[in-house]
């Protein structure tokens, strides 16, 4: 059995399949929920369930593969099979999902003139490791294998990106001399332009959009060839940025999904359940014309038909409704939700500044200046040090590109923050002397989409002193550079914390047994939240509750002792405290947590 295309349908066998599919990455939901999220999708009245392949996890450090626990794909599509849901799978390389770099791993940037996502023999070179990995996952568990994954996915919305056709050919010979023969698609929004430069001729082409399907369709079909009208992601919810909401409209989208459900023969929701960016994953979008960020916090939700909680939305009882009229088919309602609970009172052990946990900082010398990835160092915060003089009249501290946010600081004394494209110019007077400068710089996620996806962080360029006496530039070297990824834990210690200086709070809490929570931070700046050794993601202090509030799955507590750290880029005066949320107060609370970098 396979699937194919005739008379402007999908057929498997011998029987014509309309394919109603849900959204859900298996690396974004914790192992345990697998089960339960997929029963839910398949209740939702859909039968099949689409899912990315994170590159940059499977393959975080170059030539060091993992499929295994959270990373098991092939128990994934197993578990889909279990459940009568087929699967369409999209391993990149790119996939852009609002995640760091769009997925591709960090290590790539090591290599200098690497022409990313294209026919250039390195990248080609470095992408083969991972993607016969894949190959290997899949094949067994192909439509004509006897297993449940009926389409594959050449690359993601490439047409966004470049016209190298090359590099999408290479990808297609390479899935068929490795025995795939599932169905190959593209998928890309629908003006012309966009659809030429992203789909093959012999590949279904899909389109990607949020309402007027037949309308988005028709505009590019010409381009796409003989294949059913399709859609590869129906965008059914807002984004999820620091310091903005989203936005839902539920009779929007239920009526979008009724045409869309009439016209297509194929139709992904994406997102059925977006889950959660665990650690430093969540990646950033630039307005290239204003030259503006805007970073992704953990949380996926979307305003998805499954929370980021896994729990059921009134959207999910509208779109089931829908799907299942339209599919003409009745299914149960057996899965449940299950509370977000409190796991006890979280009790406060000591703080400590960074500069006492020098432990977890690995050291290098240097004689230049360069971003992180040339240390070695993916993800997470650099400090940069260096001695130099300061004539009589002062120096400008001439940055260069800040990627993303830097915090200087002159013989320890806390001079500024700078933030990407704003200003990078600060004046340090009281000379003749010579003075200690530590630049200490987040990297708050790559760049998702576009053409700035090649996105070093840390310094990037050289670093100059402008002589205000003379009215000369001096570049200066020889720098002791200190990579901190949180890879490494500190030991408990405690010390005084100055304000605006890097620090680390200490917490515990007992249990008596494993539950998913959420947990509130209130007091903090902005930085990161670990329990167990497991990076929950960034938080930031804003007007938005969701942004200081980190989801705690069951997998990452254990029985007994756990232990928690919050790491705070810009330690202050106000008053701590880190909670968990009982199920009555998990609403949306505004105006309770002011920022304070400004």
Known sequence: MNIEIRNQKFY????????????????RVPRSHWRDRLLKLAEMGCNCVETYCAWN???????????????????????????????????????????????????LLAYDGMQLRSSDPLYLQKTERYLSAVCDVLRPRLLSAGGNVIMLQLENEYGGYGNDRDYLL????????????????????EFDLLTHNGT?????????????????????????????????????????????????????????????????EFLNIFKFHGGTSFGFNGGSCRDYRKRRMDYYRPSYDCYSPLDQFGRRTEKYYRFREIICRARGVSVGNTAEDAALHSLGAIEFLSAAPLASCREILDRHESVGLYPMEKYGQGY??????????????????????????????????????????????????????????????????????????????????????????????????????????????????SAPVRTRHPALYFYRFRTEGAADALLELRGFTRGV?????????????????????????????RKGENHLLVFDVLANRKKKTVSFLEEETCESVRGENEGNFS
Not at 255 to 261: G, I
Not at 431 to 452: A, C, D, M
């Open 170 to 189: 290479w990808l297609k010979r390479f899935y068929e001399e490795r025995g795939l023969d599932c169905l190959f698609v593209t998928s890309d929004s």
């Open 200 to 264: 093959l001729p012999g590949v279904c082409g899909m389109v990607n959009c949020a309402a007027d399907v037949e309308e988005c369709w028709n505009l590019s079909a010409g381009l796409r060839g003989n294949v059913p009208p399709a859609v590869m992601e129906f965008w059914t919810g807002g984004r999820t940025f620091f310091q903005k909401e989203g936005q839902n409209d539920l009779e929007r989208s239920a009526n979008a999904l009724r045409e869309a459900l009439d016209f297509t």
């Open 57 to 107: 996890l499977h393959e975080p450090r170059e030539g060091v593969l993992d499929f295994s626990g959270n990373l098991d794909l092939g128990e994934y599509l197993d578990l889909a099979k279990e459940l009568g849901l087929y699967a369409v799978v999209r391993p990149g390389p790119y996939m852009c999902a609002e995640w760091d770099m769009g997925g591709l791993p960090w290590w």
């Open 529 to 557: 939240v670990l329990v167990n050794g497991h990076n929950l993601g960034r938080y930031e202090n804003g007007c938005l509750a969701e942004d200081v509030r980190l989801y705690l799955p069951r997998d990452f507590v």
């Open 12 to 27: 498997i066998g011998e029987r014509p399949c309309k394919l109603v599919s849900g959204a859900m990455h298996y690396f």
């Open 380 to 493: 997470g915060y650099i400090l940069y040090e260096t001695s130099a003089f300061v004539g009589k009249d002062g120096v400008m501290l001439v940055l260069p590109q800040v990627h993303d946010s830097a915090h200087i600081y002159v013989d320890g004394e806390y001079l500024a923050s700078v933030e990407r494209d704003r200003e990078r110019e600060l004046r340090i007077g009281g000379g003749p002397r010579t003075v200690r400068l530590s630049i200490f710089v987040e990297n708050r996620g790559r760049i998702k989409f576009g053409p700035g996806i090649r996105d070093p962080k840390g310094l990037v360029g050289d670093l100059y002193f402008y002589d205000l006496s003379y009215g000369i530039y001096s570049k200066l070297f020889h720098f002791d550079v200190f990579t901190l990824e949180f890879d490494k834990l500190p030991a408990l210690t």
